[in-house]
């Protein structure tokens, strides 16, 4: 069963980092009401969740801190992320979001590796002689994370849409060509299919099809035609014999027609090995 974030937090007080900051942000994501006290020693009996003082399950400053797989050692931040990202993105997007923006912030705050990320909310701290509230700046610096935080969360439950979307698409696919109702990022879910190409409506009007990659070579297992490269609309449709084709990529990965029968109609060209 997943842990349930109570009401209260403590963390600790003065100078406030990335890791504090963005370990608050996520709190308050999973809890809205969630409310912080900033101190110098966890008060006694504390009904609440400690995270980056107190030597709890959530500060990193014991000499036995975990560490990930990779060597990284976690900070609050990561051992928060660990125990609650799943429960916002699902395993494989918390992993994803672990290794590309968790780790950084993470590794800086165990290191002091070079992170922009992590000086940016720095610089929310009052400088040596401003006589600014600490704790209203920490207020704002985590108003400023949890807006940063949530894009990637909701980036990241895109993602997810997307490749359901897609797999259900491929599920219904034939001959390789697999039809979207409308553009997703698709390669995520696609990746290790034998899928051969994607027909979906196109953002400039029409619809594209466009190549899947081999994973290995990374290039198109079924590329469009040499003689439909780079070419003009006229020479493809007369070379092809599809209507309404209208561009051909140089690097013949991408075509576009005005019509899905014809989108289609040019991968079932490739298909036939370029016979009309």
Not at 76 to 96: D, H, I, K, M, P
């Amino acid at each position: 069963m997943s842990m349930q974030v109570p009401k209260n937090g403590f963390t600790h007080g003065g100078k406030f980092h990335a890791d504090d900051v963005f370990s608050t942000a996520l709190l308050r994501i999973l809890r809205p009401d969630f409310t912080v006290t900033r101190g110098f020693s966890v008060p006694e009996n504390f009904d609440g969740i400690v995270y980056d003082i107190g030597n709890g399950p959530f500060d990193h400053h014991a000499a036995d801190r975990a560490e990930r797989p990779n060597g990284v050692p976690y900070a609050a931040f990561g051992l928060l992320w660990r125990e609650f990202g799943a429960q916002l993105v699902g395993e494989n997007q918390a992993r994803l979001l672990d290794e590309n923006f968790v780790q950084p912030l993470d590794l800086n705050d165990n290191t002091g590796e070079s992170c922009l990320l992590a000086d940016a909310i720095g610089g929310f701290n009052p400088l040596w002689d401003q006589p600014r509230d600490p704790d209203e700046c920490f207020a704002r610096a985590v108003d400023f994370a949890q807006v940063i935080l949530e894009n990637n969360i909701e980036a990241a439950r895109a993602v997810n849409r997307a490749d359901a979307l897609v797999q259900k698409a491929y599920a219904e696919s034939r001959d390789g060509i697999v039809i979207l109702p409308c553009y997703a990022p698709w390669k995520n879910a696609l990746y290790r299919s034998d899928a051969l190409f994607v027909v979906y409506p196109s953002q400039r009007g029409g619809w594209s099809a466009q190549c899947v990659n081999d994973r290995l070579t990374k290039r198109p297992k079924k590329p469009f035609p040499m003689g439909w490269a780079g070419q003009p609309e006229e020479h493809l449709r007369k070379s092809s014999g599809i209507a309404t084709l209208r561009f051909c990529h140089a690097s013949r990965f991408l075509i576009t027609a005005e019509t899905k029968e014809d989108a289609i109609a040019a991968c079932y060209f490739v298909l036939r090995g370029g016979k009309k």
